[in-house]
C-alpha cells in the first residue's frame, strides 16, 4: 500500500522459543497481528484488553496454531488491575522479556478549545499513563535480570501533529519523548525501549463504529475522509509491514537503535549501517 520504494523489512531467524511477550490492546488490530507473529515465532504471549470476547479469540487463534498464550482483562490505565494481570502472567507463562505497549485510543476529535477536557485528558490516561503503568511493572525485574525490551506503540501524528486529534497527537509525542528517556535509563541493565510508529493502518482505530459511523459534516467525518484518503492514495502502511518491523525490535535485531522513534517507512537497515560507520 505504501508507496516508498526502499525494500520490505528482513524477518529475522532469531527463534523466540523460551521467551515470553506481553501485548497490551492485543484483542484485535495490530496488538492481535503482533501477538500471533511473536507466539508463532516461539514465546509465550500474555494478551491485555478491556474485552473478554476478544482477548478470548486472540488466544484461541495463538493456540489453535501451536502457541501457548494467557489473556487478563484489564484497563491500562487502571493500576490495580494491570498489576493483577502482570501477576497472571508471571505466574502462568514466566518472567516477562518483551514489552509491547499497544493498547490507545483515539479520543475526542475537534478544536483544541471545543472537545471535552475530561474526554481530552482520558487520551492522555490510557495512551501515555498506560504505558508508564506498563514500564514500572516489568521493568525491575527486566532490570535485575538483565535483559528485556519494551516496544512503545507511537505514532507520526506525535512526532509532526495531527490537527483536530490534539490529544492523540500529544499522547504519543509524550510517548516518544517517555521513549527516548527510558532507553538512557536502562541502557546500563541491558534492557532496550523503542517508540516506533507503525503506520496508518486499515485495521485497529480506524475501524472504530465511533469514527466509522461519524455525522455527515462533523469533525469525525472530515478527520476520517482524511484517513480513507491516505489510504486510498498509497500513503498508509501494510499490517503485515509492521508486524515485520515489531519482530525484528523483539527478536533483538535492532537493538542498535535503543532509545530511537522508527516509523515502519523507515529502511532500518540504511539506519544500522550509518550507526557502524560512524562508531568506526
Not at 511477550?21 to 496488538?31: M, N, P
Not at 518472567?95 to 476529535?109: F, K, R
Not at 475537534?110 to 495512551?127: H, I
Not at 506525535?158 to 536502562?186: D, I, M
Request: proline fraction near 5%.
Amino acid at each position: 500500500m505504501s508507496r516508498h520504494t526502499h525494500r520490505p523489512p528482513r524477518i529475522p531467524r532469531r527463534p523466540l522459543t523460551g521467551s515470553v511477550a506481553l501485548v497490551t490492546g492485543g484483542g484485535r488490530g495490530i496488538g492481535r497481528l503482533v501477538a500471533l507473529d511473536v507466539a508463532r515465532a516461539g514465546a509465550r504471549v500474555g494478551v491485555i484488553a478491556r474485552s473478554g470476547d476478544e482477548l478470548a479469540e486472540t488466544v484461541r487463534l495463538i493456540e489453535a496454531d501451536g502457541g501457548v498464550s494467557c489473556a487478563a482483562v484489564a484497563d491500562v490505565s487502571d493500576q490495580s488491575a494491570f498489576a493483577s494481570a502482570v501477576e497472571r502472567f508471571r505466574s502462568v507463562l514466566g518472567p516477562i522479556d518483551v514489552l509491547v505497549n499497544n493498547a490507545g485510543v483515539v479520543g475526542p476529535i475537534g478544536p483544541a478549545w471545543e472537545v471535552d477536557t475530561a474526554a481530552w485528558w482520558r487520551t492522555m490516561e490510557v495512551n501515555l499513563l498506560g504505558t508508564v503503568i506498563g514500564v514500572q511493572l516489568v521493568l525491575p525485574e527486566m532490570a535485575r535480570r538483565r535483559r528485556g525490551r519494551v516496544i512503545n506503540l507511537a505514532s507520526q501524528a506525535g512526532a509532526h501533529r495531527w490537527p483536530l486529534v490534539s490529544a492523540y497527537s500529544v499522547s504519543k509525542a509524550s510517548v516518544q519523548k517517555f521513549t527516548e528517556n527510558l532507553a538512557r535509563e536502562t541502557r546500563r541493565y541491558g534492557v532496550s525501549a523503542f517508540s516506533v510508529h507503525p503506520g496508518l493502518l486499515p485495521i485497529g482505530m480506524t475501524e472504530s463504529p465511533d469514527l466509522a459511523d461519524a455525522e455527515p459534516g462533523s469533525h469525525i467525518a472530515h478527520v476520517m475522509a482524511w484517513v480513507e484518503g491516505e489510504l486510498r492514495d498509497g500513503r498508509g502502511a501494510e499490517p503485515a509491514a509492521a508486524v515485520a518491523l515489531i519482530r525484528r525490535i523483539v527478536s533483538g535485531d535492532l537493538d542498535a537503535l535503543s532509545g530511537q522513534h522508527i516509523s515502519v517507512h523507515d529502511d532500518v537497515d540504511a539506519r544500522l549501517r550509518e550507526m557502524t560507520e560512524e562508531a568506526s
